[in-house]
T-cell receptor
Framework: SQKIEQNSEALNIQEGKTATLTCNYT??????LQWYRQDPGRGPVFLLL???NEKEKRKERLKVTFDTTLKQSLFHITASQPADSATYLC???????????WGAGTKLIIKP | GAGVSQSPSNKVTEKGKDVELRCDPI?????LYWYRQSLGQGLEFLIY????????KSGLPSDRFSAERTGGSVSTLTIQRTQQEDSAVYLC??????????FGPGTRLTVL
């Protein structure tokens, strides 16, 4: 079956360290993959998009990688801060479909 | 407007009552999505509108759920004869086609 998986366990990271979140998928050939941040009681907020022909994308302290062979995307936050604490969702768009398929999200906790 | 707005922000209703949830998308966005999110869960796709095309209703969980989009802008999600399992946060998002989605703050629905 087609699915997209994120680590369901919360990730605890010490402030200043790099946080790395994983998004794995099966049975898709995504045209692109997106990462969103969601704070409690709020809707998700778009962070980064990476296309199938891109290996890496950066934005300030954020970096996303996309390995279509491993069917995996990694989301990195460098020099993490307590304000980075949130749930991070990945979503992919299969080439043949306009819909985004969403992961359940990983809760990130940055400890001071 | 500056972003996607939804109303009401909270709705408490009794089992069996009908409810209407409203979404005002970003002006000019042709695509509009409705999602449902239960506590600690990922986004569950409900329905998609794109321009004047027929909506994709494939995610609606039952025939008690329906949605309209008037004039290619405002959308209303209606749940008839609400059940306790309908309790969730209902999120609306709009986008330019195939681009990142911009979410509203959601409507928290509680069915007693």
């Amino acid at each position: 079956s087609q699915k997209i998986e994120q680590n369901s366990e919360a990730l605890n990271i010490q402030e200043g360290k790099t946080a790395t979140l994983t998004c794995n998928y099966t049975n898709y050939s995504p045209a692109y993959l997106q990462w969103y941040r969601q704070d409690p009681g709020r809707g998700p907020v778009f962070l980064l998009l990476i296309r199938e022909n891109e290996k890496e994308k950066r934005k300030e302290r954020l970096k996303v990688t996309f390995d279509t062979t491993l069917k995996q995307s990694l989301f990195h936050i460098t020099a993490s801060q307590p304000a980075d604490s949130a749930t991070y969702l990945c979503a992919l768009r299969a080439d043949s479909n306009y819909q985004l398929i969403w992961g359940a999200g990983t809760k990130l906790i940055i400890k001071p | 407007g500056a972003g996607v707005s939804q109303s009401p922000s909270n709705k408490v209703t009794e089992k069996g009552k009908d409810v209407e949830l409203r979404c005002d998308p970003i002006s000019g966005h042709t695509a509009l999505y409705w999602y449902r999110q239960s506590l600690g869960q990922g986004l569950e796709f409900l329905i998609y509108f794109q321009g004047n095309s027929a909506p994709d209703k494939s995610g609606l969980p039952s025939d008690r759920f329906s949605a309209e989009r008037t004039g290619g802008s405002v959308s209303t999600l209606t749940i008839q004869r609400t059940q306790q399992e309908d309790s969730a946060v209902y999120l609306c998002a709009s986008s330019s086609i195939y681009n990142e989605q911009f979410f509203g703050p959601g409507t928290r629905l509680t069915v007693l």
